[in-house]
């Protein structure tokens, strides 16, 4: 697969996630009466499904990354080379910030905007951490089966709400949001902890998932994959991946 | 495959995908209270399970299309021919108006009605573009996939809340939706900007999908349905990672 | 599969569907503060997940009509004889009574009621004819395939928003509906003619069924089973049917 | 796969599973503005989704129970030694308790509380034991199938709602949230009967599924994860079919 092909999937896939997040909470809001559990429930939905969409459609270009956090781990556990890594976060960087831009032309709203919404404190630090963590040891543990997409999106529709965040978990959104004074937004001062705590995150996962997945670091989870099928292509995509 | 079996199941589809999106719209804004958020989540649910459920029902007869715009897109990659693309384009039409009748009928309301609900400007505009483009993406990278109905599906479930203009992305579906002074209706005069837009969007989606899934292996050449194809696809994603 | 077993199957599936329609209806209006569409999201969530599930654990032994429109359809074409079928159409009517009994017991409200919910009208017949058709027409296309649980169950989730009469789509149910004096109840002497409309719309997808599904009508869907396990199934259960 | 990291994984899929019930309840109440259902709602779609998350993760590790009452079944079916289900129970217990602590740290509430919420009753006792012999009849019959994890986090769904109780269905579970003065608590005084129904409603499912499911080879016999039964579940079937 092409670098060229595989970095516009990168950008393509970051920016109709983050237009996805951002819309979806404008339209929310203005719809939603003032009920912010309504809003956030919609916001969910459209995330959770928007996500698995993007993920089944790129992954099998680029691997529908959408996120430093998990571009990181995958650099250090030698999945991708640091050239690749690099750009895949500037793509997901450029992508995601393009789609604040797009929400907010959807919406006939300034495109250039910076947020005023204050999210800081131990506790959404610490909900980032969360957040994050699981996201990467999910996307570790499951992304050769079959349901990948969906169950990586569905955790972090859980965690939309579980967390004290709203669970950003991705430091490309983290930025994009900061771009944004609407629903979804975020202060740019309460960026860097945000960033800080979902990095830390990631490497916690890291380290667990190599508890957790011992033996087959590379080729997914624990056991034998769930079909034959699938078997012959996760050898394949891990033969892909050494090749890399 | 007979012709008339597939143009039937081409109006059967698109009258009960119309029927659900302008029937669940009625019953929803009828039931939330003047919550407009409420009833959006309410019509979301129950069309992105009955585009589901109408695809996994009638792809292997038709190729589920039950729109213009994906129809025009297969046409242009020689997926389909001429006239049958005409019979569609008009099975989908008549099927969506028809769609719109039975809706009123069942809400025992006047069965022609129509639309005075505005919806108009370059915000509405540029969502259009943005969700027919995301959809057509959609249906050409995952179409020979097992969980294309359901990915299809969920796009349209993000779309309606991320876009300015709950995504109809759908010609014939804007079409019948003139045709109904509901919660979902749009009035005549606004359609053609907005099937422009739609159009353009399928345009635009044709052309990125050449670079993004550039093998005719990945998106295949023929009409065939999903469930055929489905061994053939995943030797062909072998063949053509081998040859990376 | 012994009859006894598949009996039970019947009984216990319609009896847990019939208590998470009600059930889930008193829960809902409980909590919803006279907020009608939330209360019915709340409903429409329940019987979805429910419906989903009971097919899923229950389709093995019984094929999990639950049901006796399905029944009949099945009746009618052969695979099912007349004595399994009136037994089936027996442990349905318990099973779903039993439910609303069982829903009460839960929410210590009088085990026997009687509704006075009214919901009458050619709008609601012909709502139930739609929504029954569409059940019917769904469950003979797609029953073989791996996703035929939660499709099914995904229409009575569509049908509830876009129909009417908020599809009951099942005469047991319709019957035990007529037991609770609750959200979900509809008073008995509305019942015959949603049963009438049921049974109308299931001959009527019958019919459709044999022109859309022509070749293979005991084989499921038009073409060829998704994939080889499938496949093999497949042929099992046709091979189950025959020798019944 | 080593007992330590097996017991690791029943730890941290609990602490995750308590950390989302209680934590989502706690965002939900915040934000519903006094909604009840749509707390509910909100706190059902983070459950169901991290459910499902958590089994597709932890099920190839651990079995992914997560609840001493399915501990409890497996170690009378002797798919579990009693040591490894003494520390299994103690993984989960633990694991849920800490699980409400990280759902306090996270929203910056004191870490250790004690419900005031009042659950009791007979037919919040029956709710419980319909929740949870559901729930393990659901798990024993479904758990070698692909679709288990959403199957069995459907049901968890559905009984939020059909049950009067929000369907606890786990004594772990129940002894956490007795440590929360939250939506989702319960006073500790309550929590003994709970369990007592849960664990009668789980040997009521054993009883049942020996008649339901009685040959081994459909609800197997080792501890083994779901993935490498499928193919042998399969053949498993079709055998079964050939002796009937």
């Given at each position: 697969?092409?670098?060229?092909?595989r970095?516009?999937a990168e950008?393509l896939g970051s920016?109709?996630l983050?237009?996805?997040?951002?819309?979806?909470?404008?339209?929310?809001?203005?719809?939603?009466?003032?009920?912010?559990?309504?809003?956030?429930?919609?916001?969910?939905?459209?995330?959770?499904?928007?996500l698995a969409v993007l993920i089944t459609l790129l992954a099998p270009i680029s691997g529908a990354h959408f996120n430093?956090?998990v571009?990181?781990?995958?650099?250090?556990?030698?999945?991708?080379?640091?050239?690749?890594?690099?750009?895949y976060?500037?793509?997901?960087?450029?992508?995601?910030?393009?789609?604040?831009?797009?929400?907010?032309?959807?919406?006939?709203?300034?495109?250039?905007?910076?947020?005023?919404?204050?999210?800081?404190?131990?506790?959404?630090?610490?909900?980032?951490?969360?957040?994050?963590?699981?996201?990467?040891?999910?996307i570790?543990?499951?992304r050769?089966?079959?349901?990948a997409a969906?169950?990586v999106a569905?955790?972090?529709?859980?965690?939309?709400?579980?967390?004290?965040?709203?669970?950003?978990?991705?430091?490309?959104?983290?930025?994009?949001?900061?771009?944004?004074?609407?629903?979804?937004?975020?202060?740019?001062?309460?960026?860097?902890?945000?960033?800080?705590?979902?990095?830390?995150?990631?490497?916690?996962?890291?380290?667990?998932?190599?508890?957790?997945?011992?033996?087959?670091?590379?080729?997914?989870?624990?056991?034998?994959?769930?079909?034959?099928?699938?078997?012959?292509?996760?050898?394949?995509?891990?033969?892909?991946?050494?090749?890399?």
């Amino acid at each position: 697969m092409s670098l060229a092909r595989r970095v516009l999937a990168e950008t393509l896939g970051s920016l109709l996630l983050a237009a996805t997040v951002i819309g979806s909470g404008i339209m929310a809001e203005r719809m939603a009466a003032g009920n912010a559990a309504l809003a956030l429930l919609a916001n969910t939905g459209a995330t959770v499904a928007a996500l698995a969409v993007l993920i089944t459609l790129l992954a099998p270009i680029s691997g529908a990354h959408f996120n430093p956090a998990v571009t990181l781990v995958l650099a250090l556990r030698r999945q991708l080379g640091l050239k690749e890594a690099g750009l895949y976060v500037l793509a997901q960087v450029l992508g995601c910030c393009l789609g604040a831009v797009l929400a907010h032309a959807m919406f006939e709203l300034p495109l250039l905007q910076v947020s005023t919404h204050v999210r800081t404190g131990p506790g959404q630090w610490l909900a980032e951490f969360v957040a994050t963590a699981g996201l990467v040891l999910v996307i570790l543990g499951v992304r050769r089966s079959r349901d990948a997409a969906w169950t990586v999106a569905a955790w972090i529709g859980a965690a939309y709400w579980f967390t004290a965040s709203t669970s950003f978990a991705n430091p490309a959104i983290s930025l994009a949001r900061s771009l944004t004074d609407t629903f979804t937004g975020i202060q740019p001062r309460d960026v860097p902890s945000f960033v800080l705590a979902e990095v830390l995150g990631a490497l916690a996962a890291l380290l667990t998932a190599r508890f957790l997945f011992p033996t087959d670091a590379i080729h997914g989870i624990g056991r034998a994959p769930v079909a034959t099928e699938e078997r012959s292509a996760t050898v394949q995509l891990s033969a892909e991946m050494k090749r890399q």
